[in-house]
């Protein structure tokens, strides 16, 4: 669990939008500049609901940035901060999860400023629609998906519902599910194996 802020750190609010996505698909997240990329990465997966199944990128101007142990032509994701590379507000960098799928998500930086006293962050302010479930088949394949399951005439209904699940509405987005997740992501989110 993160620590209350102090009056002294600095706060990223960050508009988080998957790519390619109509009607758009994204999340409103604050988070302390001193985090790292890899902090970064598990705010994001847990944002979307995603289940940290496959590789991941940041990619900040010409450089690339992520698990320097599974892949040595990325720089150390963990290595740098928020603050140290990202020192303005209104710039933007990428979030690319699933180089199968192909997520690319663009991350704005929409503020920056001092914590609030006694908030724990990260923390969720707002979004739209649920995150697509993972392997659905990335930007092109999961609006296929969404046609399918709703029509309940397609050859391919039943086998797309249940593997969806009764649960997953595309619509809905839990703001309070998100950082009561967000709160207990460490536990949450899993590391690919080695």
Same mark, same amino acid.
């Given at each position: /669990?993160?620590?209350?802020?102090?009056?002294?750190?600095?706060?990223?609010?960050?508009?988080?939008? +998957?790519?390619?996505?109509?009607?758009?698909?994204?999340?409103? @997240?604050?988070?302390?500049?001193?985090? !790292?990329?890899?902090?970064? %990465?598990?705010? #994001?997966?847990?944002?979307? =609901?995603?289940?940290?199944? %496959? /590789?991941?990128?940041?990619? @900040?101007?010409?450089? !690339?940035?992520?698990?320097?142990?599974?892949?040595?032509?990325?720089?150390?994701?963990? &290595?740098?901060?928020?603050?140290?590379? #990202?020192?303005?507000?209104?710039?933007?960098?990428?979030?690319?999860?699933?180089?199968?799928?192909?997520? /690319?998500?663009? #991350?704005?930086?929409?503020?920056?400023?001092?914590?609030?006293?006694?908030?724990?962050?990260?923390?969720?302010?707002?979004?739209?629609?649920?995150?697509?479930?993972?392997?659905?088949?990335?930007?092109?394949?999961?609006?296929? +998906?969404?046609?399918?399951?709703?029509?309940?005439?397609?050859?391919?209904? &039943?086998? /797309?519902?249940?593997?969806?699940?009764?649960?997953?509405?595309?619509?809905?987005?839990?703001?309070?599910?998100?950082?009561? &997740?967000?709160? =207990?992501?460490?536990?949450?989110?899993?590391?690919?194996?080695?």
């Amino acid at each position: /669990m993160e620590a209350m802020a102090s009056k002294s750190d600095t706060i990223y609010q960050l508009k988080i939008t +998957l790519d390619k996505i109509k009607p758009s698909i994204w999340r409103r @997240v604050q988070i302390k500049g001193s985090s !790292n990329l890899a902090d970064m %990465h598990r705010v #994001i997966q847990t944002v979307f =609901g995603w289940e940290n199944s %496959h /590789m991941h990128q940041f990619i @900040v101007g010409k450089v !690339n940035y992520g698990d320097a142990s599974f892949d040595d032509e990325v720089e150390d994701e963990s &290595a740098v901060t928020l603050t140290q590379l #990202i020192p303005e507000e209104q710039s933007k960098f990428r979030y690319e999860y699933d180089f199968g799928d192909d997520w /690319m998500h663009t #991350i704005v930086v929409e503020n920056i400023a001092p914590a609030e006293p006694g908030v724990q962050y990260p923390r969720c302010l707002s979004g739209k629609r649920s995150g697509p479930p993972e392997d659905s088949g990335g930007p092109f394949g999961y609006p296929h +998906l969404l046609e399918i399951t709703s029509n309940p005439e397609h050859e391919n209904y &039943a086998e /797309m519902s249940e593997w969806l699940g009764e649960e997953f509405d595309p619509e809905k987005f839990d703001l309070a599910a998100v950082n009561a &997740a967000l709160q =207990g992501r460490k536990s949450r989110v899993q590391r690919l194996p080695k």
